[in-house]
């Protein structure tokens, strides 16, 4: 299925049950990441708790999160590419409490404000395992999700395309091959442990944002002719980035010599 971002107008109604949703409180205007003329209509998200640690073997091998990892200042702003925290080691969250939670409202609000539907911790600075979605997109409608320390562990064959854009690359849009459903374990802002499916966009959400959490940007999941297709917008991000920063672009889509596109999960 191939969308245009050209409209912007989603079908919606709220269909989400699990333990991560927060009741969504005042209005604002819609806004989006991904856009489209696509009806979208009412998802089933199936949420199992769970007992015991996620894992276990890949959860000896990573990082924790301490304290000054978690610290923050409000407002939040958007890291853009080709910020290097875009592609840092993210750590596990060990530490449910208050902060966290502030965490997650502090990133909901600048989602809102940005023109998005998805946002990770390491897009905000922040890079530990932690992001926040509402498909629909507006502050009042629709389920407000928080997954932290996900862990992808089924996805289906069937993959699919759909035109992304991101709120670390303002103004680019192109189209991504991802697989339509996941099931996922991961723990809420409480800490309990469950396991979910996704489908549809919220799967196309999830799997945006869980890439960030990898370090994987959502142009090393296109292929090369649709690379070349926004290489210039790419560029003129990393020129700005060193006009920004006085500093040398970390990377640069023009240096990259292979490009092989990766539709599921791991890197390209």
């Known amino acids: 299925m191939i969308v245009s971002m050209a409209s912007a107008n989603f079908v919606h109604s709220p269909c989400f049950s699990t333990k991560t949703l927060r009741p969504a409180t005042s209005s604002l205007n819609r806004f989006i990441i991904f856009s489209s003329n696509y009806s979208y209509r009412p998802l089933v998200v199936k949420a199992q708790a769970k007992r015991g640690i996620i894992q276990k073997d890949v959860l000896l091998e990573e990082e924790i999160a301490t304290p000054d990892d978690l610290k923050f200042e409000a407002p939040l702003e958007i890291v853009l590419y080709p910020d290097p925290r875009l592609r840092s080691k993210n750590k596990r969250v060990a530490t449910f409490d208050d902060n966290l939670k502030n965490l997650a409202d502090e990133m909901f609000d600048v989602m809102y404000k940005t023109d998005g539907i998805g946002l990770s911790a390491p897009q905000v600075g922040i890079n530990v395992q932690l992001m926040v979605f509402n498909p629909v997109g507006e502050r009042g409608e629709g389920e407000e999700i928080i997954l932290v320390n996900p862990k992808v562990i089924k996805y289906s064959k069937k ?101 092989k596109a990766a539709a599921g999960f791991g890197k390209s």
């Open 159 to 259: 993959v699919a395309p759909y035109t992304e854009g991101c709120l670390s690359f303002p103004g680019i849009n192109a189209d991504v091959v991802r697989p339509e459903i996941v099931k996922v374990d991961a723990q809420d802002i409480t800490g309990a442990n469950f396991t979910l499916s996704l489908s549809r966009l919220p799967s196309r959400v999830f799997q945006h944002e869980f890439d960030h959490l990898e370090g994987i940007l959502f142009f090393d999941r296109m292929s090369a002719e649709v690379v070349e297709s926004i290489r210039t917008e790419l560029m003129e991000l990393e020129q700005k980035y060193e006009d920004r920063t006085g500093l040398p672009r970390p990377e640069s889509v023009e240096t990259r010599k292979r490009w």
